[in-house]
């Protein structure tokens, strides 16, 4: 048997899968690489990673010779049963201490079930999410991983070394929590990303359908925008967009793509995990309707023959509406933030998983799709107070809300005056007014609730914790049923 020389192994030789080997190669790793079809390995060896310190296997068992020990393997297969299959195969050749990392688009509860299943066969699981796309793998992408803890210190310089770095130096990549936590992570960062791409669509559209704005005059509106507080990869990809002409027809390229998204279901699963631990995540949830709704395309295009709105007018001053929409779509990007993290926080209540706050916002801070000057601010805050309850609490970003909320206000009433639907900024906005509020109308909601089903509810001049029946119409009985809090 040949003497073990590879530092990594990585399995799964897709788009991801081959710029990370690349990036690790180019760190100073010496990387086996496996792919089911083997072929993809002697054409990568001998193509794209000719010359570098590549180890190509064919089989599982002879990858898993070729490492050092702990061996340390990175699954970059197809998310579901495909990982269980690799994992399965893997098995046999491994023994205790040796290291898996799954990197794929994992659905976290997935991420946990495996971390228990491998950490009662001695192995230690890493699940861990990764962002940039293929530029990013190659180059420099954000890197969240989380799972067996004892597995993070043989981990981390290869993930740190390869990882996107702020200005400082500093990696976008530090340990997550425990079991899903790095996926879960990952998965937020989908669900912010669905947000953030609905609102600058909203400000897209406020812009063009109240103001007329032609591509070419947004794209100096975002240009202008990303060299201020919404300095972004998102802002700046929309600059260049805007700015792209079809090169057939001169035609702007945004003006030719049909209006129906797409999606992969991220953003749909950091709604039901939201839902799941009552957590108000109104923003990303409007985002992912909104493009549910989008892609009803043939029955908008009937609906818009017979439900008309109000003729489009708006007769204030562009440059102030302009300069409204910048605050509408900052102020909804700090509540969306907001949100987030808050799901990130009920979750590791419920999981018990100590999520680092001011770790995610530095993780997502380069190398990733939502990657923004921005997330250095939610740092700051994270490092000021880690127990922030709620980000829209830190000082900076209460100053920031209430700078911004008269143009965020003006811009909604525009919107609704003129019948231009911004789901994302009006929700954004509603979360504000509420969680603002010291008084809900939920005294009303109770008592509807004990009225038709003896629900129970706490009054105002009495303990909390106490609960009261009212027999509202002195037919029903007095007992009450029994009370469940969301
Ligand atoms: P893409 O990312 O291009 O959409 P994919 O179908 O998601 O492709 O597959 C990504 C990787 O997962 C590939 O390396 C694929 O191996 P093949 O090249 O042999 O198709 C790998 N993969 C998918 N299902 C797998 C399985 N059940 N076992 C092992 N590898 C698998």
């Known amino acids: 048997m040949t003497t073990p020389t590879a530092d990594i ?63 340390k393997i ?11 299959a690799v994992i ?6 491994l023994e205790p201490g040796d290291i898996l990392i799954d990197g794929g688009n994992t659905h976290f509860p997935d991420t946990t079930r495996r971390a228990k299943d491998l950490k009662a066969k001695g192995i230690l699981f890493v699940g861990t999410g990764v962002s940039g796309g293929e530029e990013g793998a190659l180059k420099g992408p954000s890197i969240m991983p989380g799972g067996d803890p004892e597995a993070w210190p043989s981990v981390k310089p290869i993930f740190q070394a390869i990882a996107a770095k702020v200005d400082d130096g500093t990696p976008c990549c530090d340990w997550v929590g425990p079991e899903g936590a790095g996926h879960f992570v ?35 509106v975002f240009a202008r925008w990303n060299k201020g507080v919404l300095d972004s990869y998102l802002v700046e990809i929309t600059r260049d967009i805007l700015a792209y002409n079809d090169p057939d027809s001169g035609t702007p390229m945004v003006d030719l793509i049909l209006d129906a998204a797409g999606q992969k279901g991220t953003g749909k699963w950091t709604v039901v995990s ?36 109000p003729k489009t007018k708006y007769e204030g001053d562009p440059k102030t509406l302009i300069d409204d929409i910048e605050m509408a779509l900052y102020a909804s990007k700090v509540i969306s933030y907001a949100q987030g993290y808050a799901l990130m926080n009920a979750m590791g209540k419920e999981a018990g998983w100590e999520i680092n706050n001011g770790g995610v916002a530095l993780m997502w801070r380069g190398g990733c799709i939502i990657r923004s000057a921005f997330l250095g601010k939610i740092k700051e805050a994270f490092d000021k107070n880690p127990k922030l309850t709620n980000l829209v609490l830190d000082p900076y970003f209460t100053g920031e809300l209430l700078r911004a909320q008269e143009g965020w206000r003006r811009v909604c009433a525009a919107a609704v005056t003129n019948g231009v639907p911004i789901p994302a900024m009006s929700s ?13 109308p939920a005294n009303l909601l109770q008592a509807q609730r004990d009225f038709f089903g003896a ?10 914790g106490q609960y009261f029946h009212t027999n509202w119409t002195g037919r029903g009985g007095t007992t009450s049923s029994t009370s469940y809090n969301v």
Not at 74 to 83: C, D, L, N, P, Q
Not at 282 to 287: C, Y
Not at 428 to 440: E, I, M, P, T, V
């Open 9 to 71: 192994g990585l399995i799964g030789l897709a788009v991801m899968g081959e710029n990370l080997v690349l990036n690790m190669e180019s760190h100073g790793s010496t990387v086996a690489v496996y792919n089911r079809t083997t072929s993809k390995v002697d054409e990568f060896v001998n193509g794209r990673g000719k010359g570098k310190k590549l180890v190509g296997a064919h089989t599982v068992q002879d990858l898993v010779a070729s490492l050092k020990r702990p061996r």
């Open 428 to 440: 954004a906005l509603a979360y504000f007014d509420g969680y603002r509020s010291d008084r809900l």
């Open 88 to 93: 399965e195969e893997l098995l046999p050749f």
């Open 74 to 84: 990175m699954i970059m297969v197809k998310a579901g049963s495909a990982v269980d």
């Open 274 to 309: 939201a839902l799941d631990t009552g957590t108000p995540l109104t923003l990303i949830g409007e985002a992912v309707f909104a493009r549910c709704l989008s892609s009803q395309k043939d029955e908008r295009v009937e609906a818009a023959k017979v439900l008309s709105g």
């Open 455 to 464: 629900h129970t509810y706490e009054r105002t001049d009495k303990p909390r």
């Open 186 to 220: 990952k998965m937020v960062h989908n669900g912010i990303e669905y947000g953030d791409m609905q609102l600058i669509c909203e400000a897209y559209d406020l812009m063009k359908t109240l103001l007329g704005l032609k591509p070419a005059e947004m794209h100096d």
